[in-house]
Nanobody, 123 residues
Framework: QVQLVESGGGLVQAGGSLRLSCAASGRSFSRSAMGWFRQAPGKEREFVAEIWWTGDSLLYADSVKGRFTISRDNAKNTVYLQMNSLKPEDTAVYYC????????????????WGQGTQVTVSS
């Protein structure tokens, strides 16, 4: 059974930082893209960042470029999201996503999902 478990969310003041982690179990995603989405109250889930299995192809939503950094440790089957200079509009539930080899998480119908972790940024 595949499981993605996020951790690291919480409450932080604007301008602060958080680091999210997502540990996968049940199968290896070392040859697959992984990444993050988020969903704010009353809004649709949106793409945040993606990293290919090689670690050398990174994609970010325009809203987080220059502030968020995605990385991964294939040996640990884990993906990370370092979030700096946080803004109140970053408040959302953050979901980890992984997909099958050769696919992108930006086509979410093929994704495995975590249960989500809440990030709240106060002004």
């Amino acid at each position: 059974q595949v499981q993605l478990v996020e951790s690291g969310g919480g409450l932080v003041q604007a301008g602060g930082s958080l680091r999210l982690s997502c540990a996968a179990s049940g199968r290896s995603f070392s040859r697959s893209a992984m990444g993050w989405f988020r969903q704010a109250p009353g809004k649709e889930r949106e793409f945040v960042a993606e990293i290919w299995w090689t670690g050398d192809s990174l994609l970010y939503a325009d809203s987080v470029k220059g502030r968020f950094t995605i990385s991964r440790d294939n040996a640990k089957n884990t993906v990370y999201l370092q979030m700096n200079s946080l803004k109140p509009e970053d408040t959302a539930v953050y979901y980890c996503a992984a997909t099958e080899r050769g696919l992108t998480i930006r086509n979410p119908q093929n994704n495995y999902w975590g249960q989500g972790t809440q990030v709240t940024v106060s002004s």
